[in-house]
């Protein structure tokens, strides 16, 4: 099977253009793919406690054979830990082991490792360049694509961040099998988001063979169908100005959740999954979404998937909604549907969404 490809040319930026290669396997040639793009002797593979006993040995291998010195830092697993404590232990792994500005930091993991890794590249030495190794499906098909890294803090999600494109993105199918059943289905969520955006025959891929056939589940197809979305968006609108705004969808509601219930507890996949059908309901309840079978279509896929589709009754929005970096004044940019396919962005009243 050869390597799907997908190029990510961002419009009037061509020193930030990069693949996105997709293959089961792929991480074998990783070292070789990795030293046609380093311009230094080092590299500095970021990832976490879990992720690094699976597949940093490969990896660390793989460089090796091409002569390139390797270190490592682990991070503790999990949302909760996309803080100013974790970019500190990166900051003093590339210090110790003398990082230059033509060396590399490699982010081998999930969301959070990948934005993590993307934020100490950009602002080590005033940005230096990363790869972008996902090993979630949600990292696969949305955080490792587009530039955007950051951190959390405690008044709210991604506060803190820098956009930083990573030099190039491998992603290999394999590394999916080791992937816990709901953290799957988290990724899962991001993959429907794409479809009710941009794709409904994406929508009816997951079905007709997620949903009813899994055997037939193209997986490498949909992780570059997604990547083709998502890096069609990144490419028009780099900086979120219109269109990536888009790519928001299911996501005020679904941040303000993740901040609420606590990093961790819900995880991102989950949240967004709420925040879409919150988003649906409310475009009915507003005359924004035309059609209303979306709503019914969009529960069941969600639901088939075993993904939540209702805010938790122990949770309170209000204040966590007007921390939403999103906000201007008391209004707030919001994505609704008007049909499968047809995304729109409208302000609306902070206290109306309350």
């Not at 593979?45 to 390139?68: F, M, P, Q």
């Not at 949302?79 to 081998?108: C, P, T, W």
Request: aromatic letters at 6%; glycine letters at 8%; one cysteine or more.
């Amino acid at each position: 099977m050869q390597i799907k490809k997908v190029k990510v040319k961002i419009k009037n930026k061509n020193d930030i253009d990069y693949n996105i290669l997709i293959k089961h396997g792929i991480l074998n040639k990783a070292g070789k793919l990795i030293k046609k793009l380093l311009k230094g002797e080092r590299v500095l593979i970021v990832t976490d406690d879990i992720v690094g006993r699976l597949y940093a040995g490969k990896i660390i291998k793989s460089l090796e054979k091409e002569n390139i010195i390797v270190s490592v830092c682990i991070l503790r697993n999990g949302e909760a830990n996309k803080n100013i404590e974790g970019i500190s232990n990166i900051y003093f792994d590339l210090a110790q082991n003398e990082l230059s500005r033509k060396d590399m930091i490699i982010a081998l993991g999930g969301g959070v490792v990948g934005d993590m890794s993307g934020y100490a590249a950009a602002t080590w030495m005033r940005g230096i360049d990363f790869i972008q190794i996902p090993t979630t499906l949600l990292a696969c098909v949305d955080s490792s694509v587009g530039g955007k890294t950051g951190i959390n803090i405690r008044e709210g999600k991604n506060l803190v961040g820098a956009f930083h494109s990573p030099k190039l993105v491998i992603i290999d199918s394999e590394t999916l099998i080791s992937l816990p059943e709901r953290e799957f289905k988290a990724g899962m969520s991001e993959i429907v988001k794409h479809a009710l955006l941009f794709d409904e025959k994406l929508l009816e891929v997951i079905e007709n063979s997620y949903n009813n056939n899994k055997e037939k589940f193209d997986m490498d197809f949909v992780l570059q169908r997604n990547c083709e979305l998502k890096s069609h968006i990144v490419q028009i609108d780099y900086k979120e100005k219109k269109e990536r705004m888009f790519l928001n969808f299911g996501h005020t509601i679904g941040h303000s959740i993740e901040n609420v219930a606590g990093y961790g507890v819900l995880l991102h996949g989950e949240a967004v999954a709420i925040g879409m059908i919150f988003a649906i309901e409310y475009g009915i309840k507003l005359g924004i979404t035309k059609n209303k079978n979306i709503l019914e279509r969009a529960k069941n896929i969600l639901s088939n998937i075993g993904l939540p589709i209702s805010v938790p009754e122990n949770i309170n929005l209000k204040e966590a909604i007007k921390l939403d970096k999103k906000r201007s004044a008391e209004k707030i940019n919001f994505v609704f549907l008007e049909d499968i396919g047809k995304p729109i962005v409208e302000k609306v009243d902070i206290n109306n969404i309350i």
